[in-house]
Each structure stands twice: as C-alpha cells, then as structure tokens.
C-alpha cells in the first residue's frame, strides 16, 4: 500500500463518498488510488471552482465534508473563489491539494506555488503531509476539522503519495465539537427575560430543522424575531418552521430593519456588516447602544447551544402549529404576459416542487422571491454566502449528487453564471435533476444599480462596456447544448412554466432561459 492509498483509505473510513476533482501530474498517485481502494465515486470538474463548488454545495447539503482534489497552487487558486464561499457558509469541505515532490521542490519548477500561502486565505485548518505514514493521522484531522464547518486543506507532496507503507495504522476522527458553558447559557437565559425587543440572529447549522425548531421553541418563551445573514449559505424553510427574515442587503433598509432591538443575540451567526465601505454610512448595521450576545463559538454546537437554551428559558419541547409558524402552503397564482424578475419568482414559487434545492445565484432577479408573503411547500435554499460570483451552477452540481432524488433549481443571473459555466457540462455527463433558470437581463444589473446610488454616470461608453452584457448577445441555449444540456428561452411567463413543468418532469439537467424586460 502506499500513501496515495492510505489516503483514500482513511478517507473512506471517515466518510467522505464523493471526490470533485480536476488532477494533474501531482495527483496521479491519488487518482490511481481511487480505483485501487473502492469506496469513493470521483467526478471530474472542468475547472477547478466547479470542484470546490460542487464540494461546498454537497457539504451543505449533508453537513459532511466532500473531498476537492486540486492540482498543485495553480489549480487551487483556480478553486479559490468558492472556498471563499464555502468558508462564509461555514461548510464542510475536505480539500486535498498535491504538490511537487519534497525532492523536488527545490528545483524551482514551473508549477511551483506558495500553496500553504494559499491556504492560510480560506481554510480553518491546513498542513502539508511530511510522510506517507502522516497520512492517516493528517486526513483524520482534517476532516474533523472541516465537520465543524470549515474548509480543511491537506497538501501531500507526491514522493508522500508514491512511497510503500505498509504496517500502517488508521486514525480515528477525534471529537467534532467542543462541549457548552452550560453556566454562561444559563446567564444569557436570564439576561434574555428581562429584554422587551431581542432579534435571536441565526446562521451557520442554526438554519437546519433542528436549528428552527429549537428557535421556535425560544420563540415561545420570550418574544423574539428570527433574523438570518443576508446570504445564508442553507436555510430550510417551509411548513411547520418559524419564519426567519434575512437582513436586506442595503444598508439603509438593514439598518432601519435592525434598529427596533435593544438586543441580538447571534447564534451561528456573524455581527451583521455592510457588504461595502459607503462614504458617510457606518460598518456595522447594529448601533453601540444595541446589546450584543454570542451564544456560543463556532468550535461548539449551535444547536445544541439553542437547545440548551430553549429548555434555559422552560420552553416547550414540543410545537404545535402556533401563529409564528408557517402554515400550509399557499401558492402563488403563474402569472402572465412578458416576464420580469417579479414575475420569473411568481412562476418559480407557483412551480417548485416539494423539497426542492434552491440555489440562488440570482443576484437582482431574486430579490423578491424570498419575500413571497406565503409560505411555500418545504424546500432549502442555498445562496452565495462570500458575494464571490460563480457558485451557483457548481453548488447546485453538488448539491445534486449529495441528494439524487431531490429537484435542484438553479436561480442563475446571467454574469455569475459565466464564470463557472462547465459546471454544465458535469450535470450532464452525471444525468444529474438539475434545472437551471437563467436570469437574463443582459447586464451586470446590480452594478449599475450601485453605480447610481454611488451618483456615478452609468452611461459613459466605458461604464456601459463594463457593465452590459451585449453586442455580441451571449447564446444561452446554445451554450447549454454545447456542454451536453437541452436549453429553451422563453419571454412569457405561460412559456415559462410550460418549460419548467417540462424541465421538472423529464430526467436530466434543463437550462430555461429567462428572457427579462
Ligand atoms: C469573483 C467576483 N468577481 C466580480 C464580482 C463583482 N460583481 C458582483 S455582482 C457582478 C455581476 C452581476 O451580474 P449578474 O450576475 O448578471 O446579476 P444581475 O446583477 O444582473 O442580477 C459582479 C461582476 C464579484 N462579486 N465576485
Ligand atoms: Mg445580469
């Protein structure tokens, strides 16, 4: 056996089913070895940030690390972007990167990279294996690391991946989480019955069932709103879950949203900030004035800390259908006439079906989907947690793999879905149930849109060439068609939801064009 082997072997042993991966010469050793030692099912990216992508989206879904193998630094700085994504998601990713053997690296060659230089950016947890028997020991800590919900990255050079071990021992994962304060959540119970107005902010793991659940729960004891970042990285929501509001993007609307609390009290979740520095508008949304409680640090179980908390606080243990949870379903009417953003969310809401994926990469299209007033039948939603464009169609493509019998949506703008547009190409060599719906408006809306908020001339010759997408038009269905894909566009909103019943029924990956006015 040698370490490539070990590698893949403790892998399998901590779980990890599935590999997305673009290889080179660096990992061939671990290729060879995903074939030596079943277990694992490898799919191939045709670019690196459909790999970690595709790892963060499956990561999402089944709260357990998937592993991206990479090719040396280049390949990961290829896959950087959405690690950035899967970091602000808080998912689980198990990377693996090769590098040049020990030999060999001082021999400067061409591919040659600060890797760990690399990874320091978007990992919680790095090292470079030193041998192969590290390996076992090296990939149990990383996955341990990255089921806290984080990007783990192991670099093994290729003489550790090549070099005989046998007599070699596997390690066994070590404790996923540190243990509660149960004192310092007993503290906050009682601080929390004596504050009138308290937002309970919720984020990472707290968005799953359970998470909601428990919080409906606090719901109970004291009165509180449920707030969620503004691109949670998974959110389930649906019948039976209490109703939890994302803060707006726009720091006016965030900070007007926010300022009716004395207290937040953020489990799982980050102080919310503004996306950007705008001149004369502060940083934080949340005033000095307002309290500030951390339930728990991102080391320990969110969950467990609500549910700790629930009970704190002598809540119910179990919910009946009360008035701050969300009913039946109650879909909106399919609309009509030429389609708009407004009415591509209508058809959306009217259409999807039970436990749908939505992964939202839909930047401007999508802003009035989350605020359908009725709740709709259970779903999860998935959006672009780092603001690092390009992760829509790879998540979705892992999001897909992770849950074969689930429909996955796309929610996909136009630019974004560029940027890691292969991703197409892996939905159908994998006949994955993936539809993605195109949000064409033919430009970088969102900028424009911050362009004249910023009272910047959006008209010049330079700021149209960088911000619309025209002359040529981009050929969407062709494109789709090329990578394997059947594609339609449609303008109506009944054209609309006549392709996507259509996408919905047949198996396979569909892209519909939305053609918005
Ligand atoms: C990796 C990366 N590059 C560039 C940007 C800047 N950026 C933010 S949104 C956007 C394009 C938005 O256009 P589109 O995806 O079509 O959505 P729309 O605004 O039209 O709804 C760009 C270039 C970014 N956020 N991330
Ligand atoms: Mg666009």
Request: net charge negative; hydrophobic share 40%.
């Amino acid at each position: 056996m040698n370490g490539a082997e070990l590698l893949i072997r403790t892998a399998i042993g901590a779980g990890v089913k599935v590999c997305f991966a673009n290889p080179g010469t660096t990992e061939l050793p671990i290729v060879a070895a995903l074939d030596r030692v079943p277990g694992i099912k490898a799919y191939l990216g045709l670019v690196e940030g459909v790999c970690t992508g595709a790892a963060d989206g499956y990561g999402r879904m089944v709260d357990k690390p998937a592993m991206a193998l990479l090719h040396l630094g280049p390949g990961f700085a290829n896959g950087i972007a959405n690690l950035h994504n899967a970091r602000r998601a808080k998912s689980p990713v198990l990377n693996v990167i090769g590098d040049h053997a020990t030999w060999h690296r001082d021999a400067d060659p061409p591919l040659a990279m600060d890797i760990e230089g690399l990874a320091r950016t978007v990992s919680g947890w790095w090292r470079t294996s030193k041998a192969a028997l590290d390996i076992p020991a090296d990939l149990a800590d990383a996955v341990t690391s990255a089921r806290l919900g984080q990007v783990a990255t192991l670099i093994v050079p290729n003489d550790c991946q090549l070099a005989e071990c046998d007599g070699h021992r596997m390690k066994e994962l070590g404790r996923t989480f540190d243990p509660l304060e149960p004192n310092s959540i007993k503290t906050i119970a009682s601080r929390l019955k004596t504050i009138r107005k308290v937002a309970l902010m919720l984020g990472g793991r707290a968005l799953r069932r359970p998470g909601l659940e428990d919080a409906a729960r606090i719901q109970k004891s004291i009165e509180c709103d449920l707030l969620a970042p503004t691109l949670p990285g998974y959110m389930e929501r649906g019948p039976g879950l209490p109703n939890v509001e994302r803060v707006p993007y726009f720091p006016e609307r965030a900070v007007d949203r926010v300022s009716r609390y004395e207290a937040v009290l953020f489990a799982g979740a980050p102080e919310p900030v503004t996306f950007f520095g705008y001149p004369g508008v502060r940083s934080r949304i949340l005033a000095d004035d307002q309290e500030k409680i951390v339930l728990c640090t991102d080391r320990q179980d969110v969950v467990e800390a609500l549910d700790y908390l629930a009970d704190a606080l002598g809540a119910p243990s179990v919910l009946t259908l009360g008035d701050r949870l969300l009913a039946k379903p109650n879909r909106p009417e399919i609309p009509a006439g030429e389609l708009t953003a407004e009415k591509a969310c209508l058809t959306l809401a009217a259409l999807q079906p039970e436990d749908a994926i939505i992964v939202d990469e839909s930047i401007t299209t999508g802003l009035s989907y989350f605020l359908l007033p009725s709740p709709l039948p259970a779903h999860t939603v998935m959006n672009v947690s780092g603001g690092s464009i390009g992760q829509g169609m790879p998540c979705a493509t892992g999001a897909a793999i992770a849950c074969p019998e689930r429909p996955v949506i796309n929610l996909q703008a136009d630019g974004s879905g560029l940027y890691t547009v292969q991703a197409l190409w892996t939905q159908a060599r994998e006949g994955l149930n993936i539809t993605t719906l195109i949000c064409s408006n033919r430009s970088y809306r969102i900028l424009q849109m911050e362009l004249s908020r910023s009272g910047i001339e959006t008209n010049g010759p330079n700021a149209r060439a960088l911000t619309e997408l025209t002359n040529p038009s981009i050929e969407w269905v062709k494109i789709a068609q090329g990578f394997g894909v059947p594609g339609a566009t449609v303008s109506r909103a009944e054209d609309l939801a006549r392709e996507l019943s259509k996408a919905l029924t047949e198996p396979g990956p569909h892209l519909i064009e939305m053609f918005l006015t």
